[in-house]
């Protein structure tokens, strides 16, 4: 199989993460943070030196401002529920994943005013449009650093001065970034990051977190045993307990620092150039081909490892079915959980598939690819 | 190491529940339900195949009653908060864990009444109190299956038919039970039903689930992509997607399938049977020792694998340091997140030494735990 949909999650995973999996299950899977021995205090620390390098990676100064999730969509749901309350107004961009539009819409119903910028075709972000949307009640604004359709990538550093220097909280989804491109909390003004572990950060699915600025305090979505203030009826304030309610996946959780280590082994900049190749490339070559339409910024340099094209008139999802079918090649086709963003680039109807590439695909299996749409293309 | 904190996680875990992992892992790790190529059919045919294995264990009829999450407390929060509103009551006891006492007090702000029924000395439930708590207003019940901390049983069947008589939905807190004894969400009036994958059903950390009876709509905790309606704003109506937003931990739900399958291949009553000769053998033993007290029902039929002990005048995290210090052997001490649980048996001060059993707990291991609580005692 040619797998084309990093997008959707990285595969396969590196050697070290499937063996730092195993290793939590074999060795110290008791319940960390549960009881006082060894093993469950190995499980405590193995996840706290976790908690270090996922911190580490992206400037979080304090690793306990760092909460595990299921997944970034339990995260983004995390950041955007618990800082809204009645009366708020929150700004996001048409360009997001329904993990972020579908949580504001649920809060309309409680009072939390929204509005959502108009990206422009190529999904980019008309940054005056930023400063135009704030209201008195701007409470947050949510931004995806890199569109999961386009890869269009978000101005999140401009962004950020923006809302600091407004007094509104910044939440970024880095659902198609976290692993690949430079993100640093501090510098980019970042309230909130939400991630996924199992995209460009190369570990396991079951794995995410959400980063909370230290000082900024959430409402819960859960709330259980944390195996701290056992006798408080309420929710301790200490963190991470607070947001991290029951037993963590600890072998996600290592999954997912194993994953980060193997990006720090080869370079998170190697990997971004390696990557940007293969874009750059795919983009010169289904550029010549007349039949093809291809979204967004039609630039390595400006969008994330996602490209999206439909060939004229045909459905995306024949196209996906063909190439699997066919020629063995994964890629996804429809409306990729982003509605507003097909709406954005004109393909609310058609949908589009997209090709994402990842850290182990390489020129020839993008050449591969190249040749099925060309074989396709000339079956028309 | 002797491991005794089986109540807080099963350790070590099957090999099969390994192998799962990494054959998921490395074979067919692609996202499920978000795209159509075949390794993200594979990946959701197996959490399809999943999800029926985990129904059929509990009579659950239609799997996609079954919603997988990270863990019991979000199954918990899930099914109190999804149920629950404003001006409603719910009715639970003091034996119950902080994964239910905690949400349950969260809702108090939002005006959702309670009752919590006091337990009896060891643990057990007043059943005539069920009855007398109910109000016009009572939406819900919740109840464990078994205490987190005495490993009294709880008479679910008789409580669930109280329930239904009475028209009010009855959840089922299994987190000491699922995977040991019997549970039928049919015969024994279930409506809602929360177990972590991670105890006695044998899975890994990171896996649990929340059956929703069929007809009954919950309040999501999240939304967002679901790989369906991606068109909507609204979160979709169909199930499961409704409540399993975001990227599934498919290695996670593989797991937990391996866990069921290990124990139908032994023989759910066989493990029964066995866990219950240990806590016979313990009880039997430790009720010899006079500077031992016992709590809860000192009965392996009405207790599951789970002891709580103390030594007098100790301090339950001495005794614990001990064990694991001197003698490597793992058990539990403290408040074990049941603070009422702990007011009930009188031990909120001291704690309690929990002992808990497992599958894989050998009566020469029961032995030397036995040895190691007398050769403490006889320093004392």
Do not use: W
Not at 64 to 72: D, R
Not at 99 to 120: D, F, H, W, Y
């Amino acid at each position: 199989m040619l797998y084309f949909d990093h997008g959707a999650t990285s595969y396969p995973k590196p050697k070290n993460v499937i063996a730092g999996m195993i290793r939590a299950l074999e060795d110290f899977c008791a319940n960390p943070g549960r009881a006082g021995h060894q093993s469950a205090l190995q499980a405590s620390r193995e996840i706290y030196d976790a908690r270090e390098v996922v911190a580490g990676f992206f400037n979080i100064k304090d690793p306990k401002q760092l909460i595990f999730t299921l997944n970034c969509t339990e995260a983004l749901n995390l950041g955007i529920k618990g800082v809204l309350k009645s009366g708020d107004h929150v700004i996001t961009t048409s360009m997001e994943h329904n993990s972020v539009l579908r949580p504001i819409k649920a809060l309309e119903k409680e009072g939390v005013e929204n509005t959502i910028i108009q990206c422009n075709k190529d999904g980019s972000l008309p940054l005056e449009k930023v400063d135009q949307s704030i209201q008195e009640n701007t409470r947050l604004i949510v931004l995806t650093h890199s569109s999961n359709l386009t890869g269009t990538l978000m101005p999140i550093a401009e962004v950020g001065k923006i809302a600091r220097e407004r007094g509104i909280l910044f939440l970024v989804d880095a659902a198609q970034t976290a692993g690949l491109y430079p993100i640093d909390v501090e510098k980019m003004y970042i309230d909130l990051l939400a991630a996924p572990g199992h995209k460009s950060l190369l570990g396991p699915q079951g794995s995410g977190f959400l980063y909370i600025k230290e000082g900024l305090y959430l409402k819960t979505l859960k709330e259980g045993g944390t195996g701290s203030k056992s006798q408080d009826f309420v929710q301790p304030d200490i963190l991470p307990d607070r947001y991290e309610s029951g037993t963590p996946n600890t072998p996600g959780i290592i999954g997912l620092k194993e994953g980060i280590q193997y990006i720090q082994q080869q370079g998170r900049e190697n990997l971004l150039r390696h990557e940007e190749s293969l874009v750059k490339y795919f983009l010169q070559e289904v550029s010549k081909l007349d039949y093809i339409e291809v979204y967004g910024p039609k630039d390595c340099k400006k969008q994330s490892p996602v490209v999206a094209l439909n060939f004229r008139g045909m459905d995306s999802s024949e196209i996906a079915y063909i190439l699997d079918s066919v020629f063995n090649i994964a890629v996804r086709p429809g409306l990729h959980c982003a509605p507003l963003a097909h709406k954005t680039i004109g393909t609310l109807e058609q949908g589009a598939v997209r090709f994402s590439f990842g850290y182990s695909t390489t020129m020839e299996e993008v050449a591969k690819g190249i040749e099925a749409i060309k074989t396709i293309g000339s079956e028309l």
